[in-house]
């Protein structure tokens, strides 16, 4: 049976990692009959975290969606991860879904990736509602948790007080409703609100009203001609407001102890918009399109996943017209048309044959598509659209992978390459320079468990390694030297000869080649060779096997032979000059700086400084706003591979950071005089 299109809901659940997301989620499928019993994140049961990896470690690592009915009505459910090391692709997520359910920790309020996620959330436009988790622990502090919002610019409604009694989360205060919903074994019981909240809840309600009153112009007349308004305009009033992002109202709940949930849900289908609510969409080339069902249809591949047993599942939000199976969609990247085959609902790992008209808004997922992965759009052929990606963040930290038996590097690159279909923030290369295969994610953490799950699920045995930094080496000074090279073996020889001039350049000037010959001295055909020589040998470097840069070759005069001379012996020959040049001169070692972003808390400003300094970096300056700082500094790179872990020591998981490269400097002579003896020895097989 069908749903009713403007009683549908779409909705994510965004917030920081441990503010309880998967909890809700289990509290929620609870209340709607999904599941029978709540799963617990601490045995691993939860019907969302499923990955051994997630098991393991008790928390998200990739998004996973639920479905069910609540009042006869469809609400779709997309859980995105809280750990930043798994959060690089949310704006992705967030393309599949029409609002936001954004929870907050009641203990640890507004953190600095809080921030971050919300801007997030509002770049999309999405409406939301914020729920603050955890009413249930001995220091939760609701007047804490709330305040701290101010930090993210939003005009808050508060729906509810949290009701404690004897050290108990025991019900809540109606703001609106002026009535208080007590928590007992059989579910919810109305109550009048406490005499010692009844101060507390009347300013609250009157502050609420009034923002209710400002975000709508109608009704601010109403407001200041009658003194009041009914609950129904103010229901009406907080809806449109919620749906054109002027207000954001607030719940609290206990997911650990299923209070609260039957609550989030009747806001979820009151107060959250509808897939008819939205605007159109807009493609790639800025037109705009209906998202009527009884429209082309178009869907979004939202995330790719990997099950076990059935394969590769396409994750689609269907954009609008209706889909079913086995219809044919266009993928607007590879311009192959796909046969879509059955189509599910999911609860986590759960899959359900969906029997339902599949209508704008929904989310559903399909097995073994041939040539589509995250981020296509499929659509009717004879009605184009492609939605516009979001650009995804850099990577921050990059491993070298090894096989620990010899000879298996391809059988490793091809087992990590098979996650990135799935995983669209992982970035896999060969390093031309080391020879290394490079897997670079958004913290060590998410390369760790990517290396993991690759050895889990194609059997090979994979190490972990630090690659090296990729330093580079230059020259001061200036000297003119000869390269020649001659060899006579029988029949035609081999014969170049040329004069090089070579000095160094300022920092960042490359790599410069000048044609000075003059008389002919050397024939024009072979000048190329001598340039190529040169780079090729400058690619090995000198020092440590460290490309060299920012440097002057010039070619001023040589000799050449009418028989023996060919372009193979001018390179030769460029390369000999070139090593010459390099003992002549005064090679250094270069190490790369990046630039260094972090925000925490402000009561860790000062270790984190700290920590910083002694990793020989640079603090550019530091600016404080909301109970956040944010420290600039630039610091070498290797330096900074393995201060994801520490900032999270160092803030108790609060911290985050972005970084990326600024320039060159050259390296203390204790750092070159390490980074020279380690490319010795491994020269030496030692």
């Not at 770049?123 to 007047?143: C, G, S, Y």
């Not at 192959?336 to 997922?365: F, H, M």
Request: charged share 25%.
């Amino acid at each position: 049976m069908s749903t009713p299109l403007e009683m549908q809901r779409t909705f994510a659940l965004v917030g920081t990692g441990g503010c309880g997301k998967t909890s809700l989620a289990e509290m929620l499928l609870f209340n709607t009959g999904v599941i029978s019993r709540m799963g617990s994140i601490e045995d691993g049961t939860t019907s969302l975290d499923y990955e051994p990896e997630e098991v393991r470690r008790r928390g998200s690592v990739q998004p996973a969606c639920a479905t069910w009915l609540w009042n006869k009505n469809r609400h779709f459910l997309l859980d995105i991860p809280g750990d930043d090391n798994f959060t690089g692709d949310m704006a992705w997520l967030l393309k599949g879904v029409d609002s936001v359910l954004f929870l907050l920790d009641a203990v640890d309020g507004v953190r600095p990736l809080t921030k971050k996620f919300w801007s997030m959330v509002r770049a999309e436009n999405l409406p939301a509602v914020i729920v603050i988790n955890k009413l249930d622990r001995d220091r939760a502090d609701f007047q804490m948790a709330f305040d701290g919002l101010a930090a993210l610019g939003v005009k808050t409604v508060a729906l509810h007080l949290p009701i404690r009694q004897g050290g108990v989360f025991a019900g809540v205060a109606d703001v609106l409703g002026g009535k208080a919903q007590m928590f007992t074994e059989g579910g919810v019981a109305e109550a009048e609100i406490p005499g010692e909240l009844t101060d507390d809840v009347n300013l609250l309600r009157d502050v609420t009203v009034e923002n209710i009153a400002e975000s709508d112009e109608a009704l601010m007349e109403k407001y200041l001609e009658e003194g009041s308004l009914s609950l129904s305009d103010l229901h009406a009033g907080l809806r449109a407001g919620v749906l054109s992002g002027e207000l954001t109202p607030v719940l609290v709940c206990s997911a650990l102890e299923n209070k609260g949930g039957k609550a989030v849900l009747d806001a979820v289908e009151a107060l959250l918009p509808s897939p008819l609510d939205r605007p159109a969409l807009t493609d790639m080339a800025g037109n705009e399109h209906s998202v009527m069902p009884d429209g082309p249809a178009a869907c979004f591949v939202v995330k790719t996943l990997a099950d076990p047993f059935s394969g590769q599942f396409s994750i689609l939000r269907v954009l609008s017209g209706t889909i079913s199976g086995d219809m044919v969609l266009r993928n607007m990247r590879s311009e192959e048309n796909e046969r879509l085959g059955n189509l599910w609902y999911l609860a986590g790992k759960s899959q359900t044959p969906c029997k339902d008209t599949v209508y704008p808004g929904a989310i559903v997922a399909v097995a073994k598509l041939k040539n589509t992965r995250s981020g296509d759009t499929l659509c009717d052929e004879k009605a184009p659209i492609a939605q516009p990606i979001p650009k995804l963040p850099p990577q921050l930290i990059t491993y070298a992978l090894a096989p620990k038996k010899k000879g298996e590097e391809d059988k490793v690159y091809t087992a990590i390459q098979r996650l990135l279909d799935e995983d669209i923030t992982l970035k896999l290369a060969r390093d031309e320079e080391t020879g290394d295969i490079l897997l670079s994610g958004m913290g060590q953490l998410h390369i760790e468990l990517s290396v993991e799950k690759a050895k889990r699920r194609f059997k090979i045995d994979i190490v972990l390694k630090t690659p090296k930094v990729p330093y580079r080496e230059t020259v001061r000074g200036k000297c003119q030297v000869q390269g020649r090279h001659k060899k006579q073996s029988g029949g035609r020889g081999q014969f170049g000869d040329c004069w090089i001039e070579m000095e160094g350049l300022p920092r960042g000037s490359g790599y410069t080649f000048e044609d000075a010959i003059v008389g002919g001295v050397i024939p024009r055909q072979y000048i190329p060779a001598i340039d190529k020589g040169i780079q090729e040998a400058a690619s090995r470097g000198f020092l440590a096997g460290c490309q060299v840069v920012d440097f002057r070759a010039r070619v001023f005069d040589g000799s050449y032979h009418t028989v023996d001379s060919s372009e193979m012996a001018f390179k030769v020959a460029g390369s000999l000059a070139f090593k010459k040049a390099m003992e002549g001169l005064k090679p250094v070692l270069l190490e790369p700086i990046v630039l260094l972003t972090v925000s925490v808390p402000d009561g860790s400003m000062g270790d984190v400084i700290g920590d910083i300094s002694s990793r020989r970096g640079k603090v550019l300056g530091s600016d404080s706003q909301s109970g956040l700082t944010e420290i600039k500094a630039h610091v070498p790179m290797s330096e900074v591979l393995r201060f994801a872990p520490d900032l999270r020591s160092i803030t108790g998981g609060q911290g985050v950071f972005t970084m990326e490269f600024a320039h060159y400097e050259e390296a203390p002579q204790q750092v070159a005089e390490k980074v020279i003896a380690e490319y010795q020895k491994s020269r030496n097989g030692e």
